[in-house]
């Protein structure tokens, strides 16, 4: 498996060095780069992973004589575990919002990557919530993009 960064799509956000940092790394430059081509067989499921989660869809992977972007970014991965879900949870998932503190939000896309449906940028030049509230099926990965946003400029209620 080879894996390929588009340098006119990276952010460089570093999420593609957090999930698969023996493949991919932005310590000399302010785009993701990769520092393992061919992709040894044991870290092809971390550089999937990582092209999943990309939020600019920046990373390509090509098998053999296939090439693949990621579909969905922030997909679940398979290495994903099931949580149990309890009563708390489900008394939590009925209703949620979300809110972009503009003051703090850099614009970064992450949130949009991970789940496009509830945040956007393309109306403004920091994130912007879509949906109000947050419909059950988006709760997990919307807690998600806050927990991933840099800036910690998403609040959930």
Avoid: W
């Avoid at 044991?42 to 296939?66: K, N, Q, W, Y």
């Avoid at 614009?107 to 994130?127: H, K």
């Avoid at 919530?129 to 059950?136: A, F, R, S």
């Amino acid at each position: 498996m080879r894996v390929h960064v588009d340098p006119e799509l990276c952010i460089g956000c570093g999420i593609c060095e957090g999930d698969a940092p023996d493949v991919f790394s932005l310590a000399t430059s302010t785009v993701a780069q990769v520092i393992m081509d061919p992709v040894k067989p044991e870290f092809e499921a971390d550089a999937r992973m990582a092209a999943g989660d990309c939020p600019e869809s920046a990373i390509s992977i090509e098998d053999g004589d296939e090439s693949e972007t990621p579909t969905a970014p922030g997909a679940d991965s398979a290495d994903d575990a099931e949580e149990s879900i309890t009563d708390n949870d489900l008394e939590r998932k009925k209703e949620m919002k979300a809110t972009v503190d503009q003051g703090l939000c850099i614009g970064c896309g992450i949130c949009e990557g991970i789940v496009p449906e509830v945040f956007s940028l393309q109306n403004e030049p920091y994130a912007e919530v879509l949906l109000d509230p947050i419909p059950e099926e988006f709760q997990d990965t919307t807690r998600e993009a806050s927990e991933e946003c840099p800036e910690s400029a998403i609040s959930i209620e």
